[in-house]
């Protein structure tokens, strides 16, 4: 294991100059969602156009990984149709899983996450953006169950 | 006393006892012959030295640590989920809560599930033949939400009597819970009818499998109970391991249980939001060790096969039955070892069970004296006590053999 | 790096760190420098062994045997008790309930307590710096009984702030929880003053020993507490190892919290009574072979002497937060290492915690990032997480200095 | 250890001809335990006069240890004045712990059961009657408290 399998050049830009990192007031879904071992947080913005993908925006604070991964997805999504959106997110997810041998024509930037596999713990920081994301395709807000006083 | 340790039919004792260092005990100059499993199971090295390889290499919080031995605690931890979930045949390891074992098990459900879901009027129907732990956490539960407890009776014979099911199990019934081997007659009630009829009145089923588990293959899929309860401590695993299987959208709906860390999403000052399946349900540092080390024992049993660990079990307790019935004992419970397991519960002749328990104890003999838990059955047999031996991958039939012997010690003392 | 394993001043930690097998482990190439016993603690092999000794030996359920081994199994687990209640200066056996840690003991209280004592508009006194354990089941307690949560808020140098106690404590309040060591600030309520004050108004009063006990020498006479939780994992012992101290005539007051076997006294089909306390919150198969082994924890602990084992945390500490400060950390809790914990949380430079401890741990270094479980701290001083070192017996001087080293490093991957 | 270290003659011939094994209307304390580990029974009736135990008899199930200890604390008890009752509880809870050396004078048959303090367990049986009738004596009447419905 080396350092800069995994705090590689692409993620410390993405990190220090995040792209599309934004309030998005004419998103038509929204999502927050929180790592609950760490604090990490992000809310995505998606503006939705039919079966496209017009924009996605995201806000949100963590670690290098957390951030530069939605900084790199959301130039990645932006733009495409709903199905790639999707088949995207699964590729994503696989090679996070270490399933999938990731190609760089699909996920471009996105690939230097690779090196994230080898510490599995950070994988969920990886991935956060990316839960969030799919939670607002499907409709979700991000809202969990919990005890409130009547 | 002789033991040969030879191969029974269907394992190869003599190897297992060696991994049993527990066996090699005297008690006074006899050799330990034990049978209390049904209360708690030896344990092979393999599981002793899982639990200290655990603290000597791996020991780190689960789920909370960025480095590589929170890694590894986390990954191990995981992986004795997978296990158990496979091992029962369960869908998907987030099926799985881990526990203490069964009592922790029974009471998250009635805290979790029934005090949630349970109004006034409404019924949970148990058994006569329920251990404690599958009982008291109900009338709890009752007690706090005006429910009504209801009985399937037992039959002389230490059968469930189902003759009257139908207006026993009705539309008001929430729950069955029942246990999936008693613990104190060897009854296997009907597990898979059970949960037909349960569902076909809308009722949810609780099996309670601490000692079904240990002993029979099981699947809950096959099964289709709601909830299973497992205690690691009975099939090998360390004291304070165990768990819950539950249908998964059941654990979604429940409510919250232990509060604390890592079962929660979010912390408030006001609430808080809980984390997914089955995280919701373990609050704080959980018994880490314990449950990687239960992956062991499960490892240990898939490797005998739990149909011959049932095929030898068959064979010890119908050997034992013959025997004990030989020489005048009264047996508690079904006499089929078909429809049995290895837990018998007997009389000999006038000797009080605690007197036969100390006097075999003597022998180096280790039975249990009491009620089990089980005051219910005491009282339908009319009873105070019973004595009971109960068998295990290890156990021989030159140890049924010396149970029988040293109860003619038993009658010299006391002259019955 | 190289780690010279001195005599300290208290205590002799090259001696100390032989007993810990887990100590002799590499990450890659370098030693293992472990910072993360506040979040559970290393087993010396005494402990090991003492579990291993206890399933090798003498396993049998306790309670419930006449045979050997159970006579055997039930006087080691109650001489555990024993130790226990003698560590924390308890004036009775029967104070301790055994339990899997803290965050079990807490929601016994809040479940088998405060469920039955608390009315609508009654209030829990906590503080913003409590462990999640110490504040979600009491918010899931205000939930069901009407209670109010007030919280007791914070300096900004970590320290409770007490300036509004009079308008936060008062006859409203039932009960004051309150930690006695902050496992992210590390600070040390002053509990003797609380107790006081709690008391004067008719509350009790429930401290969470989760590191005060590991840390500090106990005595809950003089503390005066109601309610004392442990948990057996951060203080030498294995998981699923811990307990709850009560006054005596609490636990008897107390609804019984889980139902099932041994705690019981009679059971009839709609209704059951107690067992004798502790035992009434002891159902079902207890964590036997876990306390045992606790009991020999204890042992090592009293061995070093709890005195020293606190002057050797206020050395580390007090040289950690030196150094820390020196390379331009900011620190979370207060600075004075008289008056708190071995437990530092930090930011260093603008590296987030979670990307600092993955670079530290290729130098070997574990220690934990994020919000401990402690959201209510975070927000308090605005971060999202923070990196955070913590000591026990066996860290050295020379493992504060690895650390400081590596920061250097992280300041080099991020260039800040 | 060996046997007849517990079941001496004189236990066996109370267990098998237990004096005083009665029901007693007189009586005017009563008071009823069970061990739960096992499930033995005692319900101890005691006829007090003043500061007089006139009569003591008892009710029960259980092992011969738990019914010979009943019987012969009948006999030991019946017809001295209280504070030498509690005098004899206190002995013979001290034969039990395996504090005091019994006094045969003092407890007569008694004595034979101080072989069961090799047996821990079983040491819970010894001492049942005992502990039913201090809590008829202090007035109580053996309710333990628990779970009712309502
Ligand atoms: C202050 C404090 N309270 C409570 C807990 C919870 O303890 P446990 O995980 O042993 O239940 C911890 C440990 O994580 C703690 O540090
Ligand atoms: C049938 C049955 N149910 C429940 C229990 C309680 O299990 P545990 O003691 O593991 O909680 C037992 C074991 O004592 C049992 O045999």
Redo the contacts between chains.
Sequence with gaps: MALDDIYKEVILDHYKNPRNKREMPEATLRCSRNNPLCGDEITVFVLTEGEKVQEVAFLGQGCSISQSSASMMTEAVSGRPLEEVHRLIREFRGMMAGDVDPSEEELGDLVALRGVVKYPIRIKCAVLAWDVLQEALEGGTGEATGARPH | MSVTRERSGALDVARIRADF??LE?T??DKP?V?L?SA??S??P?Q???A??DF???????A?????????EA??MYEEARAKLARFIGAPDPACVVFT?????S??LV??AWARRELREGDEILLTEME???N??????A??DT?AI?R?IPLTDDGLLDLSDLGSLLTERTKLLAVTGMSNSLGTLPPIRELTRAAHAVGALVLVDGAQLVPHVPVDVTELDCDFLTI?G??MLG???SGGLYAKRELLERMD????????????????????VVPYKFE????????EVALGAAIDYLEALGMDNVRAHEIELTGYALERLREVGARIFGPLDPGIRGGAISFWYKDV????L??????EG???????H?T??V?RRYGV??TARASFYVYNTVEEVDALVEALA?AEA???V
């Excluded at chain 2, 789920?63 to 890694?71: F, K």
């Excluded at chain 2, 003999?365 to 009620?371: K, Q, T, V, Y």
Aim: proline share 4%; with cysteine.
């Design positions: 260092p527990v005990r008690v006074g330990l034990y209390d209360a708690t030896q344990k090295r599981v002793i030295e639990e200290a603290y000597a290499h791996h020991n780190a919080n789920h909370r640590g960025i480095y590589l031995l929170a890694e986390t990954a203490r074992g069964t009592t922790e029974v009471n009635a805290y251990h404690h732990s009982i008291v956490p109900w009338q709890l009752a007690r005006g407890l009985y205690s401590h009975k360390p004291t304070a919250a249980f232990l509060g604390g860390g890592h079962m929660i999403d979010e912390v408030f000052h006001d609430h808080a939001t809980w984390n609050a704080g540092t959980m018994n880490i060790a314990q009080h069970p605690h007197d328990a100390t006097i075999l104890n003597e003999i280790a039975i249990r004296a009491g009620h838990c005051q219910l005491m105070p006590a010690k003392v006391f002259g």
